[in-house]
């Protein structure tokens, strides 16, 4: 019994000291401001938000294909990331979905973009603003066993226009492009 009263005690001690450490902590970053939304996705959610239709072509070998696009992205987690939802019928391949995330890692001063796709695909790329209206993304992975390599240029041509290119390499060879061309309805 004697033993069971001295854990105890202890116990109430390391209690308490927790308690005092985490109040400290509190009180301590309660004093801080809060951290302000990286610019990098500001200017993304200002000139991207919005619904957005247009014509892509993807090309597969030697075969391309035509078809509409539409995109709908807004603001999500406070204003510090973009959500974007994709959609279109890519003809003899069916419905097409994708849905992207767009954040900012301040430590690396890298934009990443994760994209799920209907076709399996998860990508987090990362990249960067390489002038004020044009961004590049970059994601390296493996593809039926060899290394993949996707690049992406995104540019606001106009305030109401976008313009995407997405190539993708498999073992060093071409393996798909795929193109559009976005007009801002909203």
């Known amino acids: 019994m004697f033993a069971t009263a001295s854990i105890w005690k202890k116990a109430a001690v390391i209690a308490a000291a927790t308690m005092l450490h985490l109040g400290a902590l509190a009180n301590a970053n309660a004093q801080q401001e809060p951290p302000k939304v990286s610019e990098h996705i500001q200017r993304l959610i200002r000139i991207a938000s919005g619904e957005w239709v247009g014509k892509a072509t993807l090309t597969l070998g030697e075969q391309t294909l035509d078809f509409q696009l539409t995109m709908s992205n807004k603001a999500t987690s406070g204003g510090w990331g973009l959500l974007s939802t994709v959609r279109g019928t890519i ?40 002038s004020s209206t044009q961004m590049e993304f970059r994601y390296e992975g493996v593809m039926d066993g060899q290394p993949m390599v996707e690049e992406i240029t995104a540019e606001f041509a106009t305030p109401r226009e976008l313009r995407i290119s997405s190539s993708v390499s498999v073992g060093g060879k071409p393996a798909s492009l795929f193109k559009v061309v976005l007009k801002k309805k909203s």
């Open 91 to 130: 003809p003899g391949m069916g419905p097409y979905n994708e849905t992207d995330l767009f954040g900012y890692d301040a430590g690396r001063d890298q934009l990443h973009l994760f994209s799920v796709t209907c076709f399996g695909e998860t990508h987090d790329h990362s990249g960067r603003w390489t």
